[in-house]
């Protein structure tokens, strides 16, 4: 069965204080590691897709990488604007699996 | 959000009895999901389809039916709703399995 855990739960930093976040995951051979932001009220909004280890994509402040174990999404210098819940999803390549799994999320506070 | 629609945003209904909930797109994507979002269990699949007239079963199927008889509709029937089922639900499209997912604005439901 597909497993997806994050780290931390919740994180609040100064604004311009760069972090990590992190997502663990265990899938029978992975099609796509997925990464969402979501604001309170509604639904997830795409960020990135990561195929396979080593790949990298940027957008703005945000950076996320990928292993064959996590992925991690760095946000570099965040403002106040990037508070969020960000959700990480797995999909597999066969069976159920092909659908996505996604973790609970970690609720990103950016004081100013 | 990207041609995905969800009705009703909010509803308020009693134990026993039967609700639907509606997911209407206009982008003509093959695949359409219905997930619930709870804390600490994040976002858990309930149906999806991957065309009209097929839809599969998702982890947390019980107590939910589906129906798809056009491609831009998907209902997500609760036949006779619990206090459990109390949830934010979320429809989602997407192209082809490989894609991400774009999600609707959701449906917050209180079973009383």
């Known amino acids: 069965e597909d497993q997806v855990t994050q780290s931390p739960e919740a994180l609040r930093l100064q604004e311009g204080e760069s972090s990590s976040l992190n997502c663990s995951y265990t899938v029978s051979g992975l099609r796509g590691l997925f990464w969402y932001r979501q604001d309170p009220g509604k639904g997830p909004e795409f960020l990135f897709t990561l195929y396979s280890a080593g790949e990298e994509k940027e957008k703005e402040r945000l950076k996320a990488t990928l292993t064959k174990k996590e992925s991690f999404l760095h946000i570099t210098a965040p403002k106040p604007e990037d508070s969020a819940t960000y959700l990480c999803a797995v999909q597999g390549i066969s069976g159920s699996a092909r659908q996505l799994t996604f973790g609970s999320g970690t609720q990103l506070t950016v004081l100013p | 959000d990207a041609g995905i629609t969800q009705s009703p945003r909010h509803k308020v209904t009693e134990t026993g009895t039967p609700v639907t909930l509606r997911c209407h797109q206009t982008e003509n994507h093959r695949y359409m999901y219905w997930y619930r979002q709870d804390p600490g269990h994040g976002l858990r699949l309930i149906h999806y389809s991957y065309g009209v007239k097929d839809t599969d079963k998702g982890e947390v199927s019980d107590g939910y039916s589906v129906s798809r008889s056009k491609t831009e509709d998907f209902l997500l029937t609760l036949e006779s709703a619990t206090s459990s089922q109390t949830s934010v639900y979320f429809c989602?499209?997407?192209?082809?399995?490989?894609?991400?997912?774009?999600f609707g604005s959701g449906t917050r439901l209180t079973v009383v």
């Open positions: 989602a499209i997407s192209e082809s399995e490989g894609n991400g997912y774009t």
